[in-house]
Structures are given as C-alpha cells and as structure tokens.
Nanobody, 118 residues
Framework: QVQLVESGGGLVQAGDSLRLSCAAS????????MGWFRQAPGKEREFVAG????????WYKDSVKGRFIIARDNAKNTVYLQMNSLNPEDTAVYLC???????????WGQGTQVTVSP
C-alpha cells in the first residue's frame, strides 16, 4: 500500500506561482508512474500532468503546457508540481496519484486546495 499526502496549496493571485508536493509513504514510488489531477467545483476530475517511472518522461494537459512542470525525487519519495502563471481557471482541488494501470491509477491522495483570485 502507498499513502499519498499533498501539500503546498493555497490562495494566490492570478500570475502567481505555487509548488505542490506529494509525499508518499508505505512503499517506494520509484517504480510507479505518478500523476497530478484536479477537480473544480461542479466539474469532473481531470488529468493535469504525469511522469513515468522508467525514464522520467512527462506529459501534460494542453492548457497547462508551458506553465506547469511535474518532477519527482525518488530519494525523497516525493513528486512535485510547479505551477506558474496561475489563472482563476486553475482553481481546484489538486490530487496526486500513483501507479498507472492503463487509464486507471491505483493510489490517490486526499488533495490540496488551490484557489487563484483574479
């Protein structure tokens, strides 16, 4: 079992930056692909960014490309999401996920709230 705990969310203004962290425990995430998702009020959860375990290949939702960066530190068992040039449309609860199996992910964190004011 893997436990995931997100942190780093908060209230910021448009144009600001935030770095989210996802700390894993229970098992090393070294051999898991990792991902970030978000869910805004009244909307379905959507994929934001992912990173493979094998070679660190990253992929992103189109609307965050060039603004968000996902990275992993296997020694710290932690994944990060650097979010730049935030806008109000980025307001959501951001969740970390581990171990992608097809289109599904096995482990999920509880999420951290990100609110971007105009």
């Amino acid at each position: 079992q893997v436990q995931l705990v997100e942190s780093g969310g908060g209230l910021v203004q448009a144009g600001d930056s935030l770095r989210l962290s996802c700390a894993a425990s229970g098992r090393t995430i070294r051999y898991y692909s990792m991902g970030w998702f978000r869910q805004a009020p009244g909307k379905e959860r959507e994929f934001v960014a992912g990173i493979t375990w094998s070679d660190g290949t990253t992929w992103y939702k189109d609307s965050v490309k060039g603004r968000f960066i996902i990275a992993r530190d296997n020694a710290k068992n932690t994944v990060y999401l650097q979010m730049n040039s935030l806008n109000p449309e980025d307001t959501a609860v951001y969740l970390c996920a581990a171990d992608r199996i097809g289109s599904s992910w096995r482990y999920w964190g509880q999420g951290t709230q990100v609110t971007v004011s105009p």
